[in-house]
């Protein structure tokens, strides 16, 4: 794609090095959270599905710029050029990779129609399973759509003075299809005001933040990490459990404001984490790259999953290695993460090909794209 999409990255016209190694640390935890690798959960006080959506949405919507406001027509056409038009592109080559595959014996993902083309991708974005953990990218622009329109009405009437209303109205929405989806009523085409719903909180967080909280966020170390883990101490003691499902918009076991307090502890911890690093990896190239280019690997991180396992279908029936691999989980189960000797350090290779090949793949357009 000529155009690096904005849906997951540090954008190149604020270049700012702690949230690109932000962002990359967010795409590692997807990744992990995909393999099942609990490794950086610190002991599970923090699940990577209680925040890692929101942490993506914190960040894209720290730069968001407020003058945008004022030409919302110019300001959709470039997210759609810069987030729908490459995940379209994307969702029809995996449309047909789920035809070309259903040839060599796979059972995975819906057939290409117009609907699962252009419509599934808001319902859902689970079409083709494939490009699943894309399934942010839709729900990203729909996002930033409502919330530009309704911080045009709010400042038109005179409502949105500072931050603080806006954060305070975004979080009444939020409780309010929590509550709905505990009643049963987010399914099917309620799905999409119920994702705009839960996730319009997360991003205002990233604005609210930005305007309210940066300047001030000087807590030491000490003390910062250690009110979260005393808060997170106390959630993981009282709740049902933390994690919750952003792509559903479902399992919320703990009522309306536990999702967003796990969602902001969540992100102030990596923010934090993030903010340590940058001193050392602020020049590293790959950190660079990689907080640049997350888009990459939520779209193809799936498809590096089938490539490891392909290698060792390959060597499990040519060579009679790995007689544990399951054929049945191969064509039918886009997550499975084969574990010789059932060894759980294997989950590391997975998350390795799952960062590695799709960010490689960027590579190689890239120099296409240079070339042409």
């Known amino acids: ?17 702690q949230f690109c190694i932000l962002s990359a640390i967010a795409m590692i935890l997807v990744v992990m959270g995909h393999v099942d690798e609990n490794l950086l959960t610190i002991g599970d006080l923090f699940p990577y599905y209680s925040f890692h959506i929101a942490l993506f949405l914190f ?3 720290y730069f968001y710029r407020p003058y945008e406001e004022e030409q919302i027509g110019a300001y ?35 057939e290409p129609s117009l609907w699962t083309l252009f419509i599934e991708p808001f319902l859902s974005g689970h079409q083709f399973t494939y490009n699943a953990p894309a399934w942010f990218v839709p729900a990203l622009f729909l996002v930033e759509a409502v919330n530009v329109v309704i911080r045009r009405v709010l400042r038109r009437i005179q409502v949105l003075n500072h931050e603080w209303v806006l954060m305070s109205f975004y979080l ?18 309620y799905r999409i005001p119920g994702r705009i719903m839960y996730m319009l909180p997360c991003f205002e967080m990233g604005q609210f933040y930005k305007q309210k909280l940066e300047k001030k966020d000087h807590l030491p170390n000490w003390l910062y990490f250690g009110i979260l883990l005393i808060v997170q101490l106390i959630l993981a003691v009282s709740c049902k459990g933390l994690a919750v499902s952003a792509a559903w918009c479902n399992g919320f076991l703990n009522g309306p404001v536990v999702p967003f307090l796990t969602a902001a502890t969540g992100i102030a911890f990596w923010l934090r984490i993030a903010r340590l690093l940058t001193p050392a990896l602020e020049k ?19 498809l590096a999953f089938l490539a490891a396992n392909s290698i060792f279908a ?18 039918t189960d886009v997550y499975y993460v084969y574990l010789p000797g059932g060894l759980s350090q294997f989950k590391m290779l997975y998350v390795i090909a799952g960062i590695g090949l799709p960010l490689l793949l960027q590579k190689g357009l890239d120099r296409l794209q240079k070339r042409g």
């Open 59 to 61: 960040i894209s919507g």
């Open 76 to 110: 959709l056409k470039r997210k759609a050029q810069n987030l729908l038009l490459p995940y379209l592109i994307w969702n029809v080559f995996y449309g047909v990779l789920v035809v070309v595959l259903r040839l060599a014996g796979f059972y995975i993902g819906n």
């Open 1 to 17: 794609m000529k155009k690096e999409t904005e849906a997951v990255k540090c954008p190149k016209t604020e270049v700012n090095q």
């Open 314 to 331: 390959a060597l499990s029936a040519g060579s009679g290695l790995f007689a544990d691999f399951n054929w049945e989980r191969y064509l």
């Open 284 to 302: 590293n190239r790959f950190w660079t790259y990689f907080g640049r280019h997350t888009f990459a690997v939520m779209m193809h991180q799936i």
């Open 172 to 189: 009444v929405l939020g409780f309010c299809v929590v509550w709905l989806s505990e009643n049963g009523y987010v399914y099917d085409w």
